[in-house]
């Protein structure tokens, strides 16, 4: 068993671009990674670090779909990822594909934020200008009470994660808005959005 090393942010992306095709895959990734970053920042942890962990969550979902979360651990490990890495990834599929329960703060906030991410987007693009950068908490939560609005978001999975994280709901919203608009550009969320 070779040695693991910690990946760069260039091995991450080109490894998810080797597995995801997708587009919108991609975009919801990178969306994941920014958040990832902006929550580590908070929180004083490895900005790096959390963001690659965030822009690989979904490496083995558009291939194995059957085997989401599952998958990831064997790819991961041929390509020498540490253990943390690892688990962080397969944790975030807890009780939905995955049997491995977040523990780590860094593994809450993955399994809070990855959900609400397609939340803010549906939200965004629902806006007159389409932009994350004019959605707010109130808009999302408009959103979050309309239950046919974005039906395949798991709200339970992200309230979860909050409490996990024992923070209110509309902070852990707040924060991944504002982890989204530092690449709006990049996940399509600039929309016609006029800074005053």
């Given at each position: ?95 939905l594909c ?18 609400l991410t ?79």
């Amino acid at each position: 068993m070779n040695m693991a090393k910690v990946p760069t942010r260039e091995e991450a992306f080109e490894l998810l671009k080797r597995y995801t095709k997708s587009e919108n895959l991609i975009k919801h990734a990178l969306a994941v990674e920014s958040v990832m970053r902006h929550f580590a920042r908070l929180f004083g942890e490895d900005e790096e670090k959390w963001g690659i962990v965030g822009l690989v969550h979904d490496l083995d979902y558009e291939m194995y779909p059957e085997q989401h979360c599952k998958k990831v651990r064997e790819i991961l490990e041929q390509e020498g990822w540490p253990e943390d890495y690892i688990k962080a990834v397969q944790s975030h599929g807890w009780k939905l594909c995955s049997d491995v329960e977040p523990t780590e703060r860094m593994e809450k906030v993955l399994y809070a934020v990855d959900e609400l991410t397609g939340l803010v987007t549906a939200t965004a693009l629902m806006r007159p200008d389409k932009s994350i950068m004019s959605t707010t908490l109130q808009s999302v939560k408009k959103k979050w009470k309309q239950k046919s609005f974005a039906a395949g978001v798991n709200r339970e999975v992200i309230e979860e994660g909050a409490k996990m994280l024992g923070m209110d709901l509309d902070r852990v919203i707040e924060e991944t808005i504002k982890g989204m608009q530092k690449v709006a550009g990049e996940i399509g969320l600039l929309g016609d959005f006029k800074a005053e």
